[in-house]
């Protein structure tokens, strides 16, 4: 080889040198940025689920107030408590309408009560309170929770904010939830808290009786996405303006862009205002200082390269840096938190990375070669083939594909997994593999299912409560001759409803635990060691627990009247068991009284008798066998599981999903 030649070797081994050192500082680059994409989107989706607890909180809060129109401010606070504390959400209120002709009434029992020296105010341009000036009509607050130490402003009428008329306005006029712009709140630390106030409308009959409002902390936020990750440098919140298209908030399915190197934005609808969410940082000085020292390694074994034979070094160099760019690109995939899964065009995996393979219980070889919806992880369901089935298909004609995939079903109950399916194609345009990812999301799925239960059982319950207390009252007043026993048993009743609904509110309207309530309603006739309960815990609907509230109720003011428990001692035994354990069976209910007077059967048919009936067998499609034996009475009950069988968020996910698949 002669001297030009050799130089000209030399040459071209340092242009390939400084080409691969490019290569490596673009290929840390890149999985320095995707990293940091991960990062962030697990930030948002913490600040997710903050916001989407505290909004629903105050949709809650507003349920209570369109339950119960005329609460006052221990039901509020008692209402709040039984939630527990919700981080992010600095206070709640209730706001009443006050027509203009109620003013001077209700100035005097605010005064009266200590709770304003002037009635309703506002605030003046220097931030004095001073009375509220005339209007048609106010909305003055009038019960308010605090999650932090805060001063009530009780008889403040949000009206007369000039940052708050807007949105209580449109949520008057349109009957929706808005909010405000970005606002300051009063604070007594010495730094100002900036925060957002979310009002939801009480509407009775067509007509906004009040207002609830839900203060956000936006700092709160902010701290929560930065605590996600050191390289999280800046977090923003921006909020559009107050938008109501056709009568109704437009909302739409959050939307993410990472585009633009460490740099994410997340752009998500709230009440009719656009909510962006942005999240920025870059890599620390011991991140950079291996990104160009692997730079500068890469071109010094380069240059010494060159001194060596051109056509071995040059192999030898290249298989190192093909090994070295598969080892990166094999521990930036064991380092993401999502499930990751390669396949080729049809669908056969060909490789997936630590967090896949750990889920699945199996190593590479266990899966390679196997279609990616036949995986243990999801198979089990008919609707995960078909859908990724057809998304697979779709992506091998080059679209991108995102769906919701329901995991199969363990003793821990199932994940809900955002699947996304993208193809990755060669320079002249032919897809090479697919790239499936799998981020686990049933936290937020079963918040927002949680929320949809909820909101439907509440919906439910208000329609049908007062239709049960007619009755209650109805026929109670039918079976009693006087006054103090008619109010006696109504009492009585409408008090174990109470109990019952105070019961499911503290369970979410989930269900309630059947030894709860069956505890729970016995306590008054407890006369010390009298009674004995022996069945296990079971969980059971809302239905089936006001039903059994109620026959317990009954069951128990006829045994300490007349029966067992009227007597010193009589003793009551309570048990419960399933006759079968198949998909049919029955839960059979026992109730046995001893050693109490001797009893006779009654010549009529009483109320309690009816009622015991009514909420059983019409409607649990239960049985009902009171027998008013010699001995002490007994009552056997009989109900078909699936009448009481309570109904998870997870069940009404896969409902959503099957409904979703044949549609």
């Excluded at 203009?100 to 605030?123: K, N, P, V």
């Excluded at 209007?135 to 130490?149: L, V």
């Excluded at 010699?630 to 959503?656: D, K, L, N, Q």
């Amino acid at each position: 080889m002669t001297a030009t030649q050799s130089r000209l070797a030399a040459l071209v081994i340092v242009a390939i040198t400084v080409a691969a050192a490019a290569f490596a500082y673009m290929s840390w680059r890149k999985s320095q940025v995707e990293a940091f994409s991960a990062t962030a989107r697990a930030a948002l989706a913490n600040v997710d689920l903050v916001l989407d607890r505290a909004l629903l909180t105050v949709r809650a809060v507003q349920g209570y107030y369109i339950a119960n129109p005329g609460a006052k401010e221990d039901g509020l606070v008692s209402f709040v408590e039984g939630m527990g504390p919700v981080s992010g959400l600095r206070a709640l209120a209730f706001y009443r309408r006050v027509p203009d002709a109620e003013r001077a009434s209700t100035d005097a029992e605010l005064i009266r009560t200590g709770r304003s020296s002037i009635g309703i105010w506002t605030l003046s341009d220097d931030r004095k309170r001073i009375p509220a000036a005339t209007a048609g009509f106010y909305y003055p607050a009038t019960a308010t929770y605090f999650f932090e130490g805060a001063a009530s402003a009780y008889g403040f009428d949000i009206l007369s904010h000039p940052e708050r008329r807007f949105a209580v306005n449109m949520a008057i006029q349109t009957h929706l939830g808005t909010s405000t712009d970005v606002l300051t709140f009063a604070t007594s630390g010495a730094e100002p808290v900036r925060g957002v106030i979310f009002y939801k409308p009480v509407v009775i009959a067509g007509e906004v009786i009040g207002l609830v409002s839900g203060s956000i902390d936006v700092d709160r936020l902010i701290q929560t996405a930065k605590a996600a990750s050191p390289d999280i440098h800046e977090v923003d919140i921006e909020i559009g303006p107050l938008e109501l298209r056709g009568g109704a908030p437009v909302d739409t399915p959050n939307i993410t862009d990472d585009s633009k190197p460490f740099y994410v934005i997340d752009e998500q609808n709230h009440s009719g205002r656009v909510w962006q969410i942005l999240v920025s940082g870059t890599p620390d000085i011991l991140d950079y200082a291996r990104g160009y020292g692997l730079m500068t390694l890469v071109l010094l074994a380069g240059l010494g390269a060159a001194a060596a034979l051109i056509g071995y070094t040059t192999a030898a160099r290249r298989g190192r840096e093909l090994q070295s760019a598969e080892t990166r690109l094999r521990r930036t995939l064991d380092g993401l938190v999502p499930l990751v899964f390669m396949t080729d065009p049809g669908g056969q995996v060909m490789g997936a990375n630590r967090a896949a393979l750990e889920s699945i219980g199996s190593d590479e070889t266990g899966i390679t070669g196997k279609p990616i919806d036949r995986l243990p992880l999801w198979e089990d369901e008919p609707s995960n083939r078909d859908a990724l089935h057809v998304a697979i298909a779709r992506a091998a004609a080059g679209e991108e594909r995102r769906l919701d995939v329901l995991s199969s079903e363990t003793e821990l109950g199932q994940t809900v997994y955002d699947v996304a399916v993208r193809p990755v194609a060669t320079e002249n345009g032919r897809i090479s593999h697919l790239v499936v990812s799998a981020l686990d999301v049933s936290e937020r799925v079963e918040a927002a299912e949680t929320e949809r239960l909820l909101m439907r059982e509440l919906d439910h319950r208000m329609k049908n409560t007062l239709q049960v207390v007619q009755g209650v009252v109805r026929r109670t007043a039918h079976s009693h001759e006087t006054v103090d026993s008619f109010e006696n048993a109504l009492l009585g009743r409408i008090t174990t409803m109470a109990r019952a609904h105070d019961l499911l509110a503290r369970e979410r309207w989930l269900g309630a635990d059947l030894r709860t309530v069956v505890l729970q309603e016995l306590q008054p006739f407890e006369q010390g060691h009298s009674i004995t309960v022996t069945g296990s815990p079971i969980r059971i609907n809302p239905k089936g627990a006001l039903a059994f509230a109620l026959a317990i109720h009954e069951l128990g003011t006829n045994a300490i009247k007349y029966g067992a428990l009227s007597v010193p001692d009589g003793r009551l035994a309570i048990d419960w068991s399933f006759d079968s354990d198949d998909d049919d069976r029955r839960l059979v209910f026992h109730w046995h009284e001893t050693n109490g007077p001797k009893v006779t059967v009654p010549e009529r048919r009483g109320f309690g008798s009816l009622l015991l009936e009514r909420s059983i067998t019409y409607d649990l499609d239960g049985k009902t066998d009171l027998e008013f034996a010699y001995e002490g009475v007994t009552c056997r009950i009989e109900i078909p599981w699936g009448r009481i069988r309570p109904m998870t968020a997870s069940t009404h996910f896969r409902e959503r999903l099957a409904e979703g698949a044949k549609a």
